[in-house]
């Protein structure tokens, strides 16, 4: 079975210091792979998605980057987190196109920008 | 591009009452729609999901309604448990894309 894994699970870093999110999915391939962040209370924004390795594209801009250095390997990351980076950071996953598709998501990551 | 709406975003329902969460959504195209729970601190999980060849779909205490002329969708949940307390999303994914775009959440709180 498949099983998609994210981590840290929680994270507090001062103004202006870097992050590094990584999320890994397990039992399957060529993954479909996104990077969603949620506000105390709020939505889901999707930040990130890609088809495959390197191919990345970015929903809104930000102070946030992502990359796919292998097949299931999805990293989100800043050079310099601001206060407003703040939120619960969710990798997600699915097979082929979302019209037919189940997306999965990890367990999530909370970060604190202090 | 499409755009989900959702309502009520808060929903108080007293124990074995029904709860009724409504989604409405832009793109006529949109052929997939599933509602995912999430409880505190952890990660949306799928509950039940509809294509749009059928109008609804039943799983035990949870039932999903499509409506394709009118564009919308409801999730019901008959005999509420307090461990139906939770954020409930719907989504709609852009025809034949990679995005699911999601509705804003309601916050369903079952009272014993």
């Known amino acids: 079975s498949q099983t998609i894994h994210q981590w840290p699970a929680t994270l507090v870093q001062p103004v202006g210091s870097p992050l590094s999110l990584e999320c890994t999915v397990e039992?399957?391939?060529?993954?479909?792979l996104y990077w969603y962040r949620q506000a105390a209370g709020r939505g889901l924004q999707l930040l990130f998605y890609?088809?495959?390795?390197?191919?990345i594209s970015s929903e809104v801009p930000q102070n946030l980057s992502a990359s796919r250095p292998q097949d299931r390997q999805f990293i989100l990351s800043s050079k310099k987190l601001l206060l407003s980076d703040s939120g619960f950071y969710l990798c997600?996953?699915?097979?082929?196109?979302?019209?037919?598709?189940?997306?999965?998501f990890g367990e999530g990551s909370w970060l604190t920008v202090v | 591009g499409e755009n989900v709406e959702q309502h009520p975003s808060t929903l108080s329902v007293q124990e074995g009452d029904s709860a009724v969460i409504k989604c409405t959504y832009s793109d006529s195209a949109s052929n997939y729609f599933p509602w995912y729970k999430q409880e505190l601190g952890k990660g949306p999980q799928l509950i039940i999901d509809?294509?749009?060849?059928?109008g609804e779909k039943k799983d035990q205490r949870i039932a999903v309604t499509l409506n394709k002329t009118a564009k919308h969708f409801s999730l019901h949940i008959t005999e509420t448990q307090p461990e139906d307390s939770a954020v409930y999303f719907c989504a709609a994914p852009k025809a034949a894309g990679n995005k699911l775009t999601f509705g804003g959440g309601t916050r369903v709180l079952v009272k014993p």
């Open positions: 997600a996953w699915t097979m082929g196109s979302l019209s037919g598709n189940t997306i999965y």
């Open positions: 890609s088809v495959g390795i390197g191919q």
């Open positions: 039992g399957t391939s060529n993954p479909n």
């Open positions: 509809i294509r749009s060849n059928v």
